[in-house]
């Protein structure tokens, strides 16, 4: 009840602002409306397996034409009091954990700024610790027709209720941005046929970008500390009764944290654009494997196409228990929980954006996915055929208002 009647207050302020009294010193407050979206439809060449957008969807293609993956409907208010004081409220419908499109709030802070380098948020907050993370719901902000499924999909994460901030200074002819954060993700997030709830877990970190010229650098950290056990009771009362509780506590996510590390690179200039991305996560829990992701992409405009291509992987590495191998069956239910988690896979994309009018763009994609059998983690509800390998074909239509 707190939370939201917090989220009602900031909302409740960030749409009232406009009627916010000011001095003639001050410039008028003002309250903006704009709105984004994405019509598409997508179709993977295997029935084997679903495959998703990121690990927040519980299916998506498997062998089958749908707008699962990419539809997307966006409002954005933003507003601004005095030249200190503004704020942001945007909600957002995009297919959920739950399999429903019910819009949830994704921003919803106030935004302080005491001096013109430095500035104070507070309210609801995107996650946006890996480069470019921040707009990966905007399709006509991006050039590609949805963020890399090898680098983002193991980020499914969007937002967390807390602080942030941010400070900025010349540096070397560029900029340098400098960002703590710290909140509580209050998300759901599909896992088999359940839902785990990770409310109430800890995310903090910081990035460090440097923008000179064409380029923008940024070098990241964060962590989450997860708050509640995965919904597989079953499992650790199992392991609890045959006399290994101390596996559970290995298995177990409650109080242990998953880490991120990240380096990014974009640049835009002229008809080029590019952008390269590496990422290390490390976990806690064995029930989670550590793993490597990284992509590249680049593309080249000429009029209104802008062709471009590029490459990503996603290689995760298998943890092993202290007390291992277990007896059967109960050998085999752990490792197979444990391997849900494993991704080895990498994929090549060519794909055209047409900007046929200034405030939309329609996108044509191939994915060329590979992998292996044991590559089940970045898809859903893989079958025993299931051999790492699929073809996707999307094509959307991206917009602002």
């Not at 090549?348 to 994609?365: A, N, P, S, Y």
Request: aromatic share 12%; glycine share 10%.
């Amino acid at each position: 009840m707190r939370r939201l009647l917090a989220l009602a207050l900031c909302a409740g302020w960030v749409l009232g602002a406009a009627a916010a009294p000011v001095s003639d010193t001050e410039s008028p407050s003002r309250v903006e409306w704009r709105g984004f979206g994405t019509l598409g439809l997508a179709r993977s060449s295997s029935d084997q397996a679903s495959y998703v957008r990121d690990l927040s969807q519980p299916d998506g293609s498997a062998g089958n034409w749908t707008g699962k993956l990419d539809n997307v409907l966006g409002l954005q208010v933003d507003a601004r009091v005095t030249e200190q004081l503004e704020g942001a409220f945007q909600a957002v419908s995009r297919y959920r954990y739950d399999g429903s499109y019910r819009p949830e709030v994704e921003w919803a802070y106030a935004k302080f700024n005491p001096s013109p380098n430095l500035s104070l948020r507070a309210g609801r907050l995107g996650t946006e610790f890996y480069m470019l993370a921040d707009s990966r719901l905007v399709g006509y902000s991006a050039l590609a027709v949805r963020p890399s499924v090898d680098y983002f999909a193991g980020l499914p994460f969007y937002y967390v209720d807390g602080i942030d901030v941010q400070t900025t200074h010349p540096f070397a002819d560029g900029l340098i941005k400098g960002k703590l954060f710290t909140g509580v993700s209050r998300e759901k997030l599909p896992l088999a046929d359940r839902t785990w709830d990770i409310g109430g877990s800890r995310m903090s970190g910081a990035y460090l970008d440097y923008l000179r010229g064409s380029w923008q650098w940024r070098a990241s950290y964060a962590q989450l500390r997860f708050k509640g056990e995965l919904p597989l009771a079953d499992l650790f009362t199992a392991l609890d009764q045959a006399g290994y509780s101390d596996l559970s506590s290995e298995l177990g996510v409650d109080g242990k944290t998953s880490r991120f590390f990240s380096l990014g690179a974009v640049y835009d200039r002229g008809p080029w654009q590019a952008q390269l991305m590496l990422s290390r996560t490390l976990q806690e829990s064995a029930f989670y494997q550590p793993g490597w992701a990284g992509y590249l992409l680049a593309g080249y405009r000429i009029g209104e196409f802008t062709p471009y291509a590029g490459y990503s992987w996603w290689k995760t590495t298998p943890q092993s228990l202290s007390r291992n191998p277990l007896p059967l069956p109960l050998n085999m239910v752990v490792a197979a929980a444990m391997a849900d988690s494993h991704s080895d896979q990498h994929t090549t994309t060519l794909g055209v954006r047409w900007d046929f009018r200034e405030d939309m763009d329609l996108k044509l994609q191939w994915d060329r996915v590979r992998g292996t059998p044991a590559s089940i983690f970045p898809v859903r509800g893989e079958l025993p055929g299931w051999n790492g390998d699929t073809d996707v074909l999307s094509m959307t239509l991206d917009f602002i208002f």
